[in-house]
Nanobody, 116 residues
Framework: QVQLVESGGDLVQPGGSLRLSCAGS????????MSWYRQAPGKERELVGS????????NYVDSVKGRFTISRDNAKNTVYLQMNSLRPEDTAVYYC?????????WGQGTQVTVSS
């Protein structure tokens, strides 16, 4: 079955960096677009960005442009979210997602806390 496992979340100071990973299994990872979402306390889950499968074209929500970078390693079935210049408002649980047909599959999430 489809499985997504995120890792890399941590407590980091403002201005710091983190790299999140999402390992996929049970589906054709190399031929799947992947997305990162986040959900802050009391807020709705929002799209952070995504990466296509063929050209690895990325797009991002305006609030993270220039600070976050999504990449993928198809040999490792893993998608990454490099987060730089982190701000307190980036604090959230971060999830990766893959859409297969009309179904969305999510990982369990990884907590990122930005605080001094």
């Amino acid at each position: 079955q489809v499985q997504l496992v995120e890792s890399g979340g941590d407590l980091v100071q403002p201005g710091g960096s983190l790299r999140l990973s999402c390992a996929g299994s049970g589906f054709a990872f190399s031929r799947s677009a992947m997305s990162w979402y986040r959900q802050a306390p009391g807020k709705e889950r929002e799209l952070v960005g995504s990466i296509t499968w063929f050209t690895s074209t990325t797009n991002y929500v305006d609030s993270v442009k220039g600070r976050f970078t999504i990449s993928r390693d198809n040999a490792k079935n893993t998608v990454y979210l490099q987060m730089n210049s982190l701000r307190p408002e980036d604090t959230a649980v971060y999830y990766c997602k893959v859409r297969m047909g009309s179904n969305d599959y999510w990982g369990q999430g990884t907590q990122v806390t930005v605080s001094s």
